[in-house]
Structures are given as C-alpha cells and as structure tokens.
C-alpha cells in the first residue's frame, strides 16, 4: 500500500487579503485541506472567519500568495471554468441567500437542477432532505413565511443535496436551538463519512466538542493559529487527526 499523502482539497500558500487601503483582514495564512477531513475554524468575531470562507467558495480573490482548490490554480481560473468549479462546492451563508419566489423546495433542488438532474431523479431527494430537517410539512412555503431557523434548515439542506466535495458553512447553527444544532451536525457528520471535507465556521467553543475527531482552525487577528501544524500534513486517517 502506498504511502503517498491523499490529495489536496485546499491549499492556501503564504495568503493575505486586504479590503481597499484597510490594513490586512488576513495575513501569511497557509493551510491544506485534505479529502475527507473535517475541520472547525474558530476565533472572535472580526477575526477574519467570514474573509477565510469567501476566498474558499471563490467569493474572493485574495490581495496576495496563492489558493490550490482541487488541484487547480484558483487565482488564474479562466472565468470560463468558475461555474463546474463552484458546483464541486457546498455553502452555507450567513445570511442564507436563499431566493425569495421559489419554495423551500425549489431553493434545495435548484442545485440539482443545474447539475441537469431530471426531474424524477430530484422529486425524492429533495423530499428526503427536507423531512430530516423537519421541515417536510413546509416545502411549499416561500422564504419570507419562513422563521430564521427554518430558513437556515433550508440554506443547509440546499447546501449538502448534492454531495459537494467540499462543504463551506458559516455560522450554520445560529438561528437554530441546541438540539437541532447538534442534529445538523449529525448531518455534516454523516455527509464527511461519505466523503466531502467539511470546514465549518463558529464562534461556538461547545460545538468543537460535538465532533470529537475534528481539526481545528483557530484565527486571531487575520493570522491562523496552528500550533502542531496539523493543517499542513496529511492527517493518518481521513477526518481522524486531531489538535
């Protein structure tokens, strides 16, 4: 059996990310994500969370040092090449996004539907989904009828339809009470075991303990904290390493 480190899902190389004339909102941040891995990425609020993601679901380009996503130089993608990116991509917002004249429904099954599913490939998923979230009794409602966390349910329910290789998810269970946060959890959990990398943001020290063979990315100040460099190498098995 080779001994050869898995391939990488991210990899971040000496990356700084300034807004404007504004000091540096990231700064010399490297790390690499490996398939199958599941990582927390952690720090106070204005600590750079938020900036760290939008480089990773190519919201943002960095003002310096290089992004890997996939194996594929991210900065110098043609924009040709963006949209069968991004469809390798899971995202969960904070402000959940989701569009405002489809159905609950509708909003989880658009990312099927642009993959070009047919219809009776996404009816039963879809339905699946929304029952483990609880909300197979509001499918059909829009999402201004929607409470914040039932529009949170549907923004993660959205984000994981489609197996993504990599999952991005932003503060994922603050509108949302404990118990259906540690079930969303469960939920990610479950989609790592199938394979996706996952990288969820928190400012929730509780939940890092909800999925104990998790990797943890901590940011102070724009700067990420990896004190055992765990997110430089390869952990010994996919989703086991541990800081």
Not at 70 to 75: L, R
Not at 124 to 145: C, E, I, Q, S
């Amino acid at each position: 059996m080779s001994d050869a480190p898995p391939a990488e899902i991210a990899h971040f190389d000496n990356v700084g990310l300034r807004y404007g004339t504004e000091r540096e909102v990231l700064a010399d941040v490297s790390f690499t994500l490996f398939p199958g891995s599941f990582y927390f990425l952690t720090g106070a609020s204005g600590a750079g969370k938020s900036s760290l993601l939008r480089l990773l679901y190519l919201a943002q380009r960095p003002s310096r040092g290089m992004i890997r996503l996939f194996g594929t130089d991210a900065i110098t993608l043609p924009r040709a090449r963006l949209p069968a990116m991004r469809r390798r991509l899971g995202v969960v917002f904070q402000d959940f996004r989701l569009v405002p004249h489809l159905s609950a429904f509708d909003n989880v099954a658009l990312p099927l539907r642009v993959a070009g599913l047919a219809e009776k490939e996404v009816t039963r998923p879809v339905a699946d989904m929304l029952d483990w979230v609880g909300l197979a009794d509001r499918m059909n409602a829009r999402p201004a009828t929607l409470s914040g966390g039932e529009q949170q349910r549907v923004a993660i329910a959205r984000a994981v339809i489609g197996r993504p290789d990599l999952l991005v998810a932003d503060e994922p269970t603050g509108n949302v009470d404990p118990e259906m946060a540690v079930k969303l959890l469960r939920l990610f959990e479950a989609l790592n075991r199938l394979g996706t990398t996952v990288v969820v943001a928190t400012h929730d020290v509780h939940l890092l303990q909800k999925v104990p063979e998790s990797l943890i990315m901590r940011l102070d100040k724009g700067r990420l904290s990896d004190p055992t460099g765990a997110l430089r190498y390869p952990p010994r098995r996919p989703g086991s390493g541990r800081l």
